[in-house]
């Protein structure tokens, strides 16, 4: 009498024979590679990992998968800082980087179709060599990672402030269900022109922030805006936290900057190459404030830099301590390493070469009125245990909302160290709920710490949208604790 096999070598065997078997990886070095990422999250183990070049491709992972009852957590750079794309449950990871075309920009509407794989470098190479008169927008994340799963993460970037968070720019998406249905949302569900998700009942939103866990993406619209000729980055340093965020929110609402942004001062002194810096003399400044203003026209241009000026001005009238501005140009002739900051996509490498590689974060979304204490119990929450106060900030859709970033890096190799990570996480996470803040890209453990406070209906009918599109529970299981 024969063994059934187990559901995983069953996959395997009939993947390899759909795919090839060179697509189809269940040697120990692979899944191991796959079974964790950079941050404090326990990983665990897949079964096996396929890598899929088409949407055909992914709707027969998904058909077999689902046949056998096998878990699926789909991911392109696993870089998502949330333990997202840890395959909890074992089963299949579904690598889809290799799926990284550009199959359309549509100049005169204003979008792009971007498939899974396709990262922030491959969009700045293709707008600036074909389509210099769009732009589109870039976060801090490295250049190789997802614009897509960034959209449908709610990810923040240098044009949020105009336009919001990242998912408010998808037209639609193509995507393929638990079971291998294919479908199609926003104006693409209709028209051959995918410029708006209107007037569409909003199916997008079945798969924003759901993390894998309602279907796989295969293609998404995603907007792009007009490109500006001229762009000017200026930094000013200030030496408190209210002063700082007074005059950022004396700008945030005037349609000056396209960007601001805050990062108090470990980031200066990581950028000059010190570990770890824990101590910050009180001449020093606090947190470095940068503004990115645009224009097509000069005039306009000197407009918006007079109500700039007009606004620090004030600022200081109101006693803040402002050194003068700093053009992010002459900073690099005097810094080379400034150079991070001059050019988009921006690199934050320093928070990831590091011994040990560890980089984690509370990253989170609330209300700019709470953010000055926010930042305030943040840092001292850092500080308290042991660690850097690295915060990020930036006004969000005009002012609408703030970004609260509490970030750490640590040696992922030293299990002690893992440990007082996950405590500060812990604390992290209670600071900026309790000052009315939502952790983004949000990991399980969190969702589990708060699910007693989050509406009961919400989750209610949550679980019950994943259960329509994913009967069996196998895309990405343990998120939102869906099942
Ligand atoms: C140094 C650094 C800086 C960063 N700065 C920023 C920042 O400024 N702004 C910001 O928003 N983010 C930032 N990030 C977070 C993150 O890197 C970005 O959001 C990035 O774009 C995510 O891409 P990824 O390829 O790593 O996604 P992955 O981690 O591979 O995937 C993310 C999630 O999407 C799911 N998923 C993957 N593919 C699909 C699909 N096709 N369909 C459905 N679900 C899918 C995965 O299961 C996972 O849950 C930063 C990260 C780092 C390391």
Redesign the pocket.
């Known amino acids: 009498m024969t063994t059934p096999a187990r559901p995983a070598d069953a996959a395997a065997a009939l993947l390899a024979a759909a795919l090839g078997p060179d697509r189809v990886l269940v040697d120990s070095a692979t899944v191991r590679q796959y079974s964790e990422d950079i941050t404090e999250i326990p990983g665990h183990l897949p079964d096996l990992v396929v890598k899929a070049r088409s949407t055909a491709e992914v709707q027969t992972v998904l058909s077999i998968a689902h046949g056998q009852g096998l878990p699926v957590?789909?991911?392109?750079?696993?870089?998502?800082?949330g333990g997202?794309?840890i395959p909890e449950r074992g089963g299949i990871v579904l690598d889809?980087a290799a799926m990284n075309r550009i199959l359309e920009v549509n100049e005169p509407d204003q979008y792009m179709i971007v498939e899974?794989g396709v990262s922030w470098g491959d969009v700045r190479a293709k707008l600036d060599r074909d389509h210099p008169r769009l732009r589109f927008g870039y976060?801090?994340?490295?250049p190789h990672?997802?614009?897509?799963?960034?959209c449908?993460?709610d990810?923040?970037?240098n044009l949020s402030l105009l336009h919001g968070s990242t998912s408010e720019w998808i037209n639609g998406v193509e995507a393929v269900l638990a079971d291998g249905t294919l479908l199609r949302t926003g104006g693409g569900a209709w028209s051959r022109f995918w410029c708006t998700n209107s007037p569409m009942p909003d199916l997008t939103g079945l798969?924003i922030n759901f993390?894998?866990a309602t279907g796989?993406?295969?293609r998404m619209a995603v907007q792009l805006w007009p490109n500006r000729r001229l762009r000017r980055r200026l930094f000013v340093l200030a030496y408190d936290v209210d002063a700082a965020y007074g005059f950022v929110k004396s700008l945030m609402t005037e349609d000056v900057c396209d960007d601001i942004g805050g990062v108090t001062w470990p980031v200066i002194k990581l950028l000059f190459g010190q570990a770890r810096p824990l101590f910050r003399d009180p001449g020093e400044p606090l947190v470095a404030l940068y503004f990115d203003i645009t224009a097509n026209d000069e005039r306009l241009m000197a407009a918006k830099r007079a109500v700039f000026a007009d606004a620090l001005a004030a600022a200081r009238a109101r006693g803040g301590r402002f050194d003068d501005p700093l053009d992010i140009e002459d900073l690099v002739k005097i810094e080379p390493r400034f150079v991070k900051f001059a050019d988009f996509p921006t690199r934050?490498d320093f928070?990831?070469d590091h011994p040990g590689g560890g980089?984690t974060w509370i990253g989170s979304y609330g209300p700019t009125s709470q953010w000055e204490q926010g930042i305030r119990a943040g840092m001292a929450t850092m500080e308290k245990h042991g660690f850097p106060p690295i915060v990020v900030t930036r006004p969000m859709r005009g002012g609408h909302f703030g970004v609260l970033r509490l970030i750490t890096t640590f040696d992922k190799r030293d299990a002690e160290e893992v440990r007082r990570v996950r405590a500060l996480n812990e604390a992290l996470a209670d600071v900026v709920v309790e000052h009315g803040f939502i952790p983004y890209k949000t990991p399980g453990w969190v969702v589990k710490r708060y699910a007693a406070q989050i509406d009961p209906g919400f989750l209610k009918v949550a679980r019950a949208v994943k259960h329509a599109l994913d009967p069996k529970g196998i895309l990405?299981p343990g998120r939102w604790t869906l099942e």
């Not at 957590?73 to 800082?81: K, S």
């Open positions: 957590v789909p991911v392109v750079a696993n870089l998502n800082i997202l794309a889809l899974p976060s801090f994340s490295p990672t997802s614009v897509m799963t960034n449908l993460m990810g923040l970037c798969f993390q894998g796989v993406v295969t934050f928070l990831l980089l990405n």
